[in-house]
């Protein structure tokens, strides 16, 4: 009677068609990066030049280097990365995943979401792009957030899953 | 019942109720401005005649404000019942209106510290799965006042008033089995418990010092408390000794204080629990409203046949911010653990089902993880203290690590069926945890580097009272019950919540 045959028919989410991330974002996340990256240098370099200096001005060169690596492989970890987000919409839920060192897939099935956030931020919105975020019951910390997809396609998945939810 | 109590226009609280308001002031005041309290009455011995009298004038002037202002709070304090909805008027400057709609309540509890115990008045808690701000306390009402708003909100949702089975309550702690629970708890806890509790007050004293400028003062006189103890061998046993006697003083007293006189009744959609010295507590669990229940004891709990149920409901924001909104039974002897899982789960048939073991790369992980802490540990030591002493440390350190891996690995298992999903962890402790899978929020499978090459994943249930996770099974078998959870979180119409 409570015998669980549906388990072989059940939908497969690794067999999901997982669409992209609109391409226009990478650009966002490296203007984000550069600014982040520019504000950090510029503020090391000053802080050399007039503190540090005296103080081991051998190791400046190697200093120097050691951090254009790190600036170069965070960079290609962002790129890399990018092309890792992915999500899938089906009739009953939403699924999102990333990472590259940590592969994560998540999905949240619409009968838990408890609201939608479409967002923008403003080197997006320059793109006309948006993010949209789902927020379930408890810790909404770990709940799912897809970057960089077109704001007119947010508020349409957001209206989709509105409509889904309440009819 | 009492007809009287109808709660349709606003209502004040017992005026009783100032005295509570007037002493829980009073007790806030104390807390934040003891240490400076102290300092002052060193000064006050100094003091002339004339300067006393101005003293205590001013005490008085001050207790005189308090108690007017405890007037004040109880009278715009007011409360009503309208459209199946709690609304509260508060607030003296700045007032604010709340209303819970009577679905959303999680609790209705009912609370008496020593104050309200002494003047018979009973504190009445409504607490929400929202925002801390829309918990509501009512901090005075006599009995019946208390029972009728209870039963009034009852009415229209599921908490029932009335226990099943006459009064029999399914468990009763006395005297002597809160010794036994109070004797096998984890006192390490109990002692880490005790010195936050001392940093706490020691950061108190740092504070009022600081502001008079007189730390140093404060420091010598510790540094010279730790000199005396450095290197001396005798001193750390004795040291040790204490410790074990705070420890097991503090299990003690924590254990005693929270869960005197623990009784649990059943009612038809809800388990009520009485429990308090001090501050006794009636906490009214509604069944519907459990997100997931662990079943936890310890190797000499199980020798002596208790354990204790967690009980976890909804709460927003940070989970481990708030671990006092979990909910435990102590001491349930076996049967009366299956009697409770009985009540709210239909769990029978997986119990004697094969346990599924995590894969051993969990094993792998754990050592490697480990090892890296006791080098880094050591190296750490050594830079310090450049002393080659203390890798001998590594003799003790080993066997308890590998030791406690072999534990974690051996308790960590899952087991599922249709409904139901059982999560077993722990070391020295065991925890195992169940959940109905519909009461799921969202899922995630986690994969990283290392775990691809062994082609494993962690698995990691959102739900409303936080993060349940399967560490390190196989990707195949993970998947079957991702999309199974999924299924089952989409095909259910219950109500999670």
């Given at each position: 009677m409570?015998?669980?045959?549906?388990?072989?028919?059940?939908?497969?989410?690794?067999?999901?068609?997982?669409?992209?991330?609109?391409?226009?974002?990478?650009?966002?996340?490296?203007?984000?990066?550069?600014?982040?990256?520019?504000?950090?240098?510029?503020?090391?370099?000053?802080?050399?030049?007039?503190?540090?200096?005296?103080?081991?001005?051998?190791?400046?060169?190697?200093?120097?280097?050691?951090?254009?690596?790190?600036?170069?492989?965070?960079?290609?970890f962002l790129i890399v990365g990018f092309y890792r987000r992915k999500f899938a919409i089906r009739e009953r839920d939403i699924s999102y995943k990333s990472g590259i060192l940590i592969k994560k897939i998540t999905t949240v099935p619409f009968s838990r979401i408890q609201h939608i956030e479409v967002d923008e931020s403003?080197?997006?919105?320059?793109?006309?792009?948006?993010?949209?975020?789902?927020?379930?019951?408890g810790d909404s910390s770990d709940d799912l957030e897809i970057k960089g997809i077109l704001k007119t396609e947010a508020l349409q998945i957001k209206e989709f899953i509105n409509q889904k939810i309440n009819g | 019942m009492d007809n009287t109590h109808h709660f349709g226009k606003f209502s004040k609280q017992s005026p009783k109720g100032i005295v509570v308001i007037y002493g829980n002031l009073l007790y806030k005041i104390f807390k934040t401005t003891w240490v400076l309290l102290f300092i002052l009455l060193r000064q006050f011995l100094k003091l002339s005649e004339e300067g006393v009298s101005y003293v205590y004038l001013g005490i008085v002037?001050?207790?005189?404000?308090?108690?007017?202002?405890?007037?004040?709070?109880?009278?715009?304090?007011?409360?009503?019942?309208a459209n199946n909805q709690f609304i509260l008027k508060q607030g003296i400057f700045k007032k604010s209106n709340t209303s819970i709609s009577f679905d959303r309540i999680q609790n209705i509890n009912f609370k008496q510290n020593l104050i309200q115990q002494l003047i018979n008045v009973y504190q009445v808690n409504i607490e929400t799965a929202g925002s801390k701000k829309t918990e509501i306390a009512i901090k005075a009402l006599s009995f019946e006042k208390?029972?009728?708003?209870?039963?009034?909100?009852?009415?229209?949702?599921?908490?029932?008033?009335?226990?099943?089975?006459?009064?029999?309550?399914?468990?009763?702690?006395?005297?002597?089995?809160?010794?036994?629970?109070?004797?096998?708890?984890?006192?390490?806890?109990?002692l880490l418990i005790f010195v936050a509790l001392l940093i706490g007050i020691y950061q108190q004293i740092k504070d009022v010092f600081k502001s008079f400028g007189r730390t140093d003062n404060l420091k010598t006189y510790l540094d010279e408390g730790t000199q005396v103890l450095y290197g001396n061998i005798i001193l750390f046993a004795f040291l040790f000794i204490v410790l074990l006697m705070v420890g097991l003083i503090g299990s003690f007293v924590r254990i005693f204080f929270s869960h005197f006189n623990l009784s649990v009744f059943v009612k038809h959609q809800s388990f009520e629990i009485n429990q308090g010295l001090t501050t006794k507590k009636?906490?009214?669990?509604?069944?519907?409203?459990?997100?997931?229940?662990?079943?936890?004891?310890n190797p000499i709990k199980e020798k002596l046949g208790i354990s204790f149920i967690t009980f976890k409901q909804a709460v927003s924001g940070k989970v481990a911010k708030k671990k006092n909104k979990l909910i435990r039974i102590i001491g349930c002897k076996t049967n009366q653990v299956i009697k409770i899982k009985e009540l709210l789960f239909n769990f029978k048939k997986l119990e004697s089902e094969e346990k599924n073991l995590v894969d051993s790369y969990y094993k792998t992980k754990m050592y490697f993880r480990s090892s890296l802490m006791i080098v880094l540990f050591n190296?750490?030591?050594?830079?310090?203290?450049?002393?080659?002493?203390?890798?001998?440390?590594?003799?003790?350190?080993?066997?308890?690590?590998?030791?406690?891996?072999?534990?974690?690995?051996?308790?960590?298992?899952?087991?599922?069926?249709?409904?139901?999903?059982?999560?077993?962890?722990?070391?020295?402790?065991?925890?195992?945890?169940?959940?109905?899978?519909?009461?799921?929020?969202?899922?995630?499978?986690?994969?990283?580097?290392?775990q691809a090459r062994k082609r494993v994943v962690d698995l990691v249930f959102q739900t409303a009272a936080g993060k349940i996770k399967i560490p390190c099974i196989k990707r195949k078998k993970a998947l079957e019950i991702y999309n199974y959870t999924l299924y089952k979180v989409e095909s259910s119409t219950e109500l999670w919540m």
């Open positions: 409570f015998e669980n045959q549906q388990i072989d028919q059940l939908p497969n989410v690794d067999e999901l068609l997982f669409k992209n991330i609109r391409k226009a974002y990478l650009k966002v996340v490296l203007i984000h990066y550069l600014l982040f990256s520019g504000v950090l240098l510029t503020g090391f370099f000053l802080l050399v030049q007039y503190k540090l200096q005296e103080i081991f001005p051998t190791y400046i060169d190697g200093i120097y280097i050691g951090l254009l690596l790190l600036f170069l492989l965070i960079l290609t403003p080197v997006s919105r320059i793109f006309s792009l948006a993010s949209i975020s789902v927020y379930t019951a | 002037v001050v207790l005189g404000l308090l108690l007017f202002r405890a007037y004040l709070v109880y009278k715009n304090f007011q409360f009503k019942i208390a029972e009728a708003l209870k039963k009034q909100i009852s009415l229209n949702t599921v908490i029932d008033a009335v226990p099943l089975k006459g009064n029999t309550p399914l468990l009763k702690i006395s005297f002597l089995e809160l010794l036994k629970v109070s004797l096998t708890e984890n006192h390490l806890q109990s009636t906490i009214v669990l509604k069944k519907g409203k459990i997100q997931n229940i662990t079943v936890s004891t190296i750490i030591i050594y830079i310090n203290t450049e002393n080659i002493r203390w890798f001998f440390s590594i003799v003790i350190l080993l066997p308890i690590m590998v030791l406690l891996i072999r534990l974690k690995f051996k308790k960590a298992f899952y087991k599922l069926n249709d409904d139901l999903l059982i999560i077993g962890n722990g070391r020295v402790e065991t925890h195992i945890t169940y959940l109905e899978i519909f009461k799921v929020q969202n899922i995630k499978m986690k994969q990283n580097v290392f």
